[in-house]
């Protein structure tokens, strides 16, 4: 079954060669873009289905290639102690922070945390997102972990949602009756067979960061995660230079995020190493922490994505806010933030069957927005309104 998107305003493809084309058409076969044409004049008396797009724009679907999608409650009274002066950590020790939401995840259903993230999904998708990064991390025991972990595989099957990579978090923070040390043990010997033998993720992630993991915890855990099969992603150097970046680099990881204190060798080390520095900007932005500079980073030409960081203290599924903060407040161009969210993206967060997504080219998975303006650039340029009109989701036209 073939479909034709014709008469684009303008075609944002983010293919290297071919970037930005005028009067062409997209022809989508199966769940792949099998071209892009000039005319589609040879497809007029075909049984291929005709979808005019109005004269709007069209860009690669999105990949949120970060995301904490499974928890309940939320914890927006911390914004009142955010503005007493009380920094992230503190108010983690004052009992807020993960703990509260591990707390209030524990205590939900199965089928309401999956009721849960599928209303995010669903968001994530009329924002233009196809493809996104789930992360367990809100159960801190085998048990729970695993729960989670369910649930997200639960919505890896259901239709007209973006696509998932399955990551597990069990290294996320300890709960009250364990430390640091009793809980690595616990996962090394307990949590990461059991989440192995389950099958049921395709990456391990750590937060590493002084106060959380060690750098010796995060690279048993890490190292051990990789034996048994899994992709590796790091939480690194959030709030301080906790030495994160070199392990990432050392270990050679998919992507070490938020990176914010990296400094500036290790950063080289990273790319070097073929790490995907993941930025975050959401995290600042609620936080109120120092603004992250983007500006050397880029004139070193080190790959660096941009997701989400959806959790509690980070609110939101849009991609377009996230480009909207790099455009407006990074004086980053509505290209290169385009690039973190799709090529970049990809880098880190390849889809398992292997398929190229992030760009619109022949042979990619058939995942593209169809925005409400003319203008690609429209794309980060709502942040309160999704820019997004329609979506093909792997072949499927959604309007919404
Ligand atoms: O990436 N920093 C660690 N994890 C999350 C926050 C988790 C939370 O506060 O619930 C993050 O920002
Ligand atoms: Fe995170």
Redesign the pocket.
Known sequence: MRTIFHNIGSLQTMNDNSSITIGKSIVVKDNRIESIVESIEEFESSDAKLVDVGGRAIVPGFIDA?N?LI?AGD?FNEHNLRMQGHS?SEI?GMGG??MQ?VTSTRGRSDKELLSIGRTRLSEALRNGTTFVEAKS??GLSTEHELRLLSVVNQLKSEKNLPSIHSTWMGA?AVTPDQTYESYTEEILSEQLPAVLDSRLAESADV?C?PG?FSIEQSEDILRASRRGGLDLRM?VD?FVDGGGGELAAELNVMTA??AHHTPMEVRIAMKEAGVITGF?PG?PYFNGDQWPDFNAVQEMAIPFSMAT?F????YTNSIPFIGSLAVQRNGMSPYDALYCVTRHAALSTPRSDRIEHGVIKEGAIANFNILKSRHWESWCMSPSNSPVHSICLEGEYIEF
């Open positions: 970060h904490h928890w914890r992230y983690a922070g993960i939401t991390g809100y996320h937060f960061e959380w939480h959030e995020d938020h975050l995290t960081d959790n509690p203290n980070c």
